[in-house]
């Protein structure tokens, strides 16, 4: 190590994998929207409603349903992965060659 370089610079952060919520929604979403088709055309209905419209019915019900218990699991693995957490030590390594970059 030369003189020129500064000495190393150590910080502790913490570690954690944490879930992202859009995918869990989505993901509820479309379970809701699978158990409305399941409900409105696999089960017998009554002549007086069209399967179409039970189906549109049951799957705003079930989407808006399947995503708030996505958020709901979402949330449940979030705060498992801050029990989790781990903390660890970073250190700041100097370049091995200088910037040539006449724009940064």
Same mark, same amino acid.
């Given at each position: 190590?030369?003189?020129?370089?500064? =000495?190393?610079?150590?910080? @502790?952060? /913490?570690?954690?994998?944490?879930?992202?919520y859009?995918?869990?929604?989505?993901?509820? *979403? !479309? +379970? &809701? #929207?699978?158990?409305?088709? +399941?409900?409105?055309?696999? !089960?017998?209905?009554?002549?007086?409603? %069209?399967? &179409?419209a039970?189906?549109?019915?049951?799957?705003?019900?079930?989407?808006g349903?399947?995503? #708030?218990?996505? *958020? +709901?699991?979402?949330? #449940? !693995? %979030?705060?498992?992965?801050?029990?989790?957490?781990?903390?660890?030590?970073?250190? $700041? +390594? =100097?370049?091995?060659? =200088? %910037? /040539?970059? =006449? @724009? $940064?």
């Amino acid at each position: 190590m030369s003189s020129k370089e500064p =000495p190393a610079e150590r910080r @502790q952060v /913490t570690v954690r994998r944490a879930p992202k919520y859009v995918p869990f929604l989505i993901l509820g *979403a !479309l +379970v &809701g #929207i699978a158990a409305a088709a +399941v409900v409105a055309y696999g !089960l017998p209905g009554s002549d007086s409603f %069209d399967s &179409g419209a039970v189906f549109g019915f049951f799957m705003v019900m079930f989407a808006g349903g399947g995503a #708030i218990l996505g *958020a +709901v699991v979402a949330l #449940i !693995l %979030d705060r498992r992965s801050v029990k989790r957490q781990q903390r660890a030590v970073v250190e $700041s +390594v =100097p370049d091995s060659e =200088p %910037d /040539t970059d =006449p @724009q $940064s």
